[in-house]
């Protein structure tokens, strides 16, 4: 399609383009693919007279002319790499505060085919990568490869550790419940084992100069490997103190419950006689004080502090701020007892989406994928999954208090914002970013009133909640997106409409 002189209006006849902003979005497996343009100071159903559009095939750009107050008026914006069927007519309607125009794909955004193809501008790899959505993983080969890593502050590039050359891949977070449902808890099916496993690994995980632990979203280090840090000698106050039995006290009566007058392990539930699994008293005994002495450590110590669900949030520890010793940015998290007492060395945490591999960044960072949204998107939605639940509720990991009230609309949609453009330039690799759709409600500064209603909303939906560290900065992601939408769209049910990048 070759435009002609008469429909490519100058742009100094638009006094003020960039007030304009765009959002387009898509969903997987759709076709269509929806434009919503706005402007606070415009109304464009009475401003917007004789509304054209038109697509610039040859530069990606999607133009708007109409005529306001006898001037004519134009826009741009660029189109995203996707398939347009130009035998489709272009839809599109002027409403009271905003502009919608709707094109038909050949494919949807996410087809496979896509990834393939030669759009004009070449294919970049980090464009690439930026298009799928993020799939969390360990790194624990990549790391291993190279042979020795040093850890730098994203920020500033500050250096945060001494070279780190070994590397522990840490299992999920349910892993006593798989030793237990891989091993049992009877006598005959050898629930002893399940015992002396849990007993090793709470003697394999501990943290050590030179090792570095792994998992989807965080490193442990050593605090010997922590530099330029000072952590205090010992925690002189206590929080969160439960008043009902601890899981140390509950860890502990387990082992003695587990063994019998003789040393051997036994099922004290079963009406029937089995076989026993006799095991040494000396080492039963010694089985039992290494659990009892680590029963921090088994309680969630080794879990994903990025984002606690609460069947591992342990009462008996507490989380304190890493921030950066030269910027002061968020880092990630320590653990220690929550009682008083010196500080033991469980670990240093670093959220892979603060840090960086290399102090400059770019293609050699392995963590450069990683980002707050996506890594709390994906944490998000495999949380949803397992409890079959899309209403969550964020709490601060350190007050226990609620900061984000979230309902999953949409996990699979497809978007991009912008500033409308005030010349017809080229935007060479404008692509849509994998999103999820939500509605949410910050509840950091809620009243009483407010937080007993959302009391009552956990309970009827018997919603689920989840504790993190940085939910400020993910209320102040979601602001950012929501102001991306034309008012009538930006909110529903009470709630704020939004996105998140996965």
Known sequence: ??????????????????????????????????LYLFNPDTNPISQCIDLKVSILFHKSLLQLTWIDNNQSQSLWVPIPRVLIDADSPISFRALDDHIEVKLVLVLPVDHPILSNFDFE?????????????????????KLASCGEVHFFCRGCSTKLSSAVRNFKEMPSVNWREAADNWFGTCCCSFGGASEKLVAQYANSY?????????????????????VGYEFPNRIDHREHKS????????????????KSTNGSVVDHNSQNECCHLHIDEDQTHSTSELLANKASLLNGLLGNCFMVTSPYLSKDVKWSEILCPH?????????????????????????????????????????????????FTSQLLESAKDELSFRTVVKNLQTRSPMLQIVLLNPNAWCSFGDCLDAMIPVPNFIMYPMVKLLYSNRSNSTESELRKLDEWVTKNRVGDVYMLTSKDLAESLEIANRMLPSSHAFLQGLSLSFLRR
């Open 1 to 34: 399609m070759t435009p002609t002189s008469e429909h490519l209006l100058p742009a100094t006849k638009n006094p003020n383009p960039r007030n304009w902003k765009f959002t387009w979005e898509s969903n997987s497996h759709v076709p269509i693919l929806k």
């Open 121 to 141: 501008g070449g294919q970049d790899a980090a464009l690439d990568d930026d298009c799928q959505p993020l799939q969390l993983d360990s790194d624990l080969k």
């Open 206 to 226: 501990t943290c050590t100069p030179g090792v570095c632990l792994v998992d989807p979203t965080s490193i442990v280090l050593c605090k010997d490997d922590f």
């Open 243 to 258: 008043s009902e039995i601890s899981k140390t006290e509950n860890l502990k009566k387990a082992v003695s419950n587990n």
């Open 327 to 375: 910027c002061s940015c968020l880092l990630g998290a320590y653990p220690h007892d929550n009682t008083d007492g010196p500080l033991n060395d469980y670990g240093v945490h670093l959220f892979k989406c603060f840090i960086s591999t290399c102090p400059v960044g770019g293609p050699t960072d392995l963590f450069r994928k990683y980002t707050l949204e996506r890594m």
